[in-house]
Each structure stands twice: as structure tokens, then as C-alpha cells.
């Protein structure tokens, strides 16, 4: 049985832009697992860190609005809340086609 909150809202959009799911850097997967002391390498989807934390969907969209915020985040930002340097950021998380943004 699946239960639904009131009010939530799932959005699925596709930009028809192929992704190279190898490259990707999955940071907001990676700030919610270490926000609550996990280990985020290997966690490549949600679910793995909901099964790590043993957490509800109600768990899960309390961590969400706790840790993320709606806004972009900056090279610093996400160095900040990973903990490592801005080299580490490029080497170890970004892509050949991410580096050189913002």
C-alpha cells in the first residue's frame, strides 16, 4: 500500500540531454548522507540513503528541507557542506563537462 502526503508534489521532467550517469556528481544525494554522519561515497540514489538511515518518506522530506535549499549552490557551497577542498571537487566529482562552471 502506498500512502501519500497531502500537499506533495513529484515532478518529472526530461530535457532530452543524455547524461553520463557515471560522471555525475550527485551532490544533493551526497550532502543529505553526510548531513546525518553516513559515508557518502557509493550512495548514488535516494533510496540508498533512506535504507542506510532506515528513515520514512516522512523522515526523508524532513531531512530534505532541513539540509537542501532551493537556491543554487556555488563551487564553495558545496565544498563546504562535503567538507573538501575545490581541487577535491574537481578531481573526484566532476565531470570533463562540469568543471568549468560557475
Known sequence: MC???EGAVFVISNCCVEMNKAASSHYN???LAQARGLDPRGLLKLSQVQTELKAS???M???VDEVLHPE???REDICKVLD???EQ???ELLSAN???GG
Do not use: A, D, N, P
Open 57 to 59: 518518506l516522512e523522515e
Open 61 to 63: 522530506l524532513v531531512l
Open 89 to 91: 571537487l574537481c578531481t
Open 98 to 100: 562540469t568543471q568549468h
Open 29 to 31: 544525494i551526497r550532502m
Open 72 to 74: 543554487s549552490y556555488s
Open 3 to 5: 500512502t501519500w502526503k
Open 84 to 86: 573538501i577542498t575545490s
